[in-house]
């Protein structure tokens, strides 16, 4: 199976920064799309940044000009720079990839991380 591995969620004041990273394992012909989600208290799960297939990026409007989204592909890594964070940013953060299992099926698999906790404080 595929596994994303999460870090770099914190507490931090407003105005700070935190870089998330996630890291995709497992055996896989290749990903097709990845990036970051956030569920708040309260509410639904809502995209963040991620790379579609074609290397269209997509951003919530929220985020835009706050937040950088890159990646590596020939280490299957992305990374989300989040700078000027607020506390409406405050929620648990979750990779999501999805993924190409090998070269004989065309069929796409989505995998989610466990979440990682990002916290601002006033």
């Known amino acids: 199976q595929v596994q994303l591995v999460e870090s770099g969620g914190g507490l931090v004041q407003a105005g700070g920064s935190l870089r998330l990273s996630c890291a995709a394992s497992?055996?896989?012909?290749?990903?097709?799309?990845m990036g970051w989600y956030r569920q708040a208290p309260g509410k639904q799960r809502e995209l963040v940044a991620r790379?579609?297939?074609?290397?269209?990026?997509n951003y919530v409007d929220s985020v835009k000009g706050r937040f950088t989204i890159s990646r590596d592909n020939a280490k299957n890594t992305v990374h989300l720079q989040m700078n000027s964070l607020q506390p409406e940013d405050t929620a648990v953060y979750y990779c999501?990839?999805?993924?190409?299992?090998?070269?004989?099926?065309?069929?796409?698999?989505?995998?989610w991380g466990q979440g990682t906790q990002v916290t601002v404080s006033s």
């Open positions: 497992g055996r896989f012909f290749s990903i097709n799309a």
């Open positions: 790379f579609t297939s074609g290397d269209v990026t």
């Open positions: 999501n990839a999805q993924v190409r299992l090998d070269s004989a099926r065309m069929n796409v698999f989505q995998y």
